[in-house]
């Protein structure tokens, strides 16, 4: 899958370090796989989970350190994308505001 962008995951580890190694476990995994489908991504990560957003959209939850953080992410299989489009706490996730803006 091609991944737009890692930048996103750059900026929040720079913020939060601790989430470094694990967003670029993220990266490799999700960078290599060929999912067709949300339980092919649960192949590679079984608790991720998706929601409907205002925009209409389905988005992909992550969980990063062991969910002490949260990647949303906008997959394409039929493009084999993925959209990096927001990296949060835990805390910040469970808020919801993120969905009124996505």
């Not at 999912?35 to 209409?56: L, N, T, Y």
């Not at 493009?79 to 803006?101: F, G, P, Q």
């Amino acid at each position: 899958m091609h991944i737009i962008s890692r930048k996103a995951l750059k900026v929040f580890a720079a913020i939060h370090p601790d989430a470094d190694a694990a967003l670029d476990a993220w990266y490799r995994t999700a960078n290599k796989a060929q999912w067709q489908s949300i339980m092919d991504v649960r192949q590679s990560f079984p608790h991720a989970d998706v929601a409907k957003v205002a925009s209409g959209r389905i988005v992909t939850i992550f969980n990063i350190c062991g969910n002490k953080y949260r990647l949303i992410a906008d997959i394409h299989y039929n493009r084999s994308k993925i959209y990096t489009l927001k990296v949060m706490s835990h805390k910040e996730y469970c808020l919801n505001r993120w969905k009124e803006t996505l």
